[in-house]
Every structure is written in structure tokens, then in C-alpha cells.
Nanobody, 124 residues
Framework: VVQLAESGGGSVQAGGSLRLSCTASGLTFDDYAMGWFRQAPGKEREGVSCISRSLGSTYYAASVKGRFTISRDNVKNTLYLQMSSLKPEDTAMYYC?????????????????WGQGTQVTVSS
């Protein structure tokens, strides 16, 4: 059974930083592209940042580019999202997700496995 467990969310003031982690089990981690998604109340879920399985090619949404950094450790089966210069509009539930990666997929479409999410709240 594939399991993705997020951690690291919390409450911070605008301008602050947080580091999210996602530990994966039940899959061969470096066979999967990984991504971070978020959903704020009343809004659709959006892809924040995604990373390919081994080369580590990345995608960032325009709203977070330059502020967030995605990375992965294929030995520890862990995905990270370093978030800096946080803004109130970054407030959302953040989800980790995985999709089989056949060819160093870089994108945030078609993800199959999802974690339960971790809440990030940024106050002004």
C-alpha cells in the first residue's frame, strides 16, 4: 500500500519560512515523480511544485517561483518543500503526491497517490 505522510506545516507570520517533508512508503520512490499541491478554502487544488524521479528536473507555479524550493532524497524516500518569504495567500492545506515516472516527467498533472495533507497558515 502506497502511503505518503506530510509533516512540517504550521502557523507563521508573513515573510517567514517553513519546510515541508513528505515520507513515502510502499513504492519504489525513484520510480515516481513527486509533487506538492495546495488547496485553500473555496479554491481549486493547484500544483505548487513538482520534481522528476532522478534527474530532479523541477516545475514551479508562477506564484511561488523564487520563493519555494522543491527537492527529494531518493535514499530517504523523502520529498521536501522549502518555503520562504511566505505570504498570506500561501495559506492552504498542502498535499504531497506521486505518479509513476517513465521518462523524467516534469509536471503537476495526473498524480495518482496522495497524502492526507499538512496545514500552512500565514498571517499578515
Amino acid at each position: 500500500v502506497v502511503q505518503l505522510a506530510e509533516s512540517g506545516g504550521g502557523s507563521v507570520q508573513a515573510g517567514g519560512s517553513l519546510r515541508l517533508s513528505c515520507t513515502a512508503s510502499g513504492l519504489t520512490f525513484d520510480d515516481y515523480a513527486m509533487g506538492w499541491f495546495r488547496q485553500a478554502p473555496g479554491k481549486e487544488r493547484e500544483g505548487v511544485s513538482c520534481i522528476s524521479r532522478s534527474l530532479g528536473s523541477t516545475y514551479y507555479a508562477a506564484s511561488v517561483k523564487g520563493r519555494f524550493t522543491i527537492s527529494r532524497d531518493n535514499v530517504k524516500n523523502t520529498l521536501y518543500l522549502q518555503m520562504s518569504s511566505l505570504k498570506p495567500e500561501d495559506t492552504a492545506m498542502y498535499y504531497c503526491a506521486a505518479v509513476t515516472d517513465y521518462n523524467e516527467y516534469v509536471g503537476c498533472i495526473g498524480y495518482k497517490y496522495w497524502g492526507q495533507g499538512t496545514q500552512v497558515t500565514v498571517s499578515s
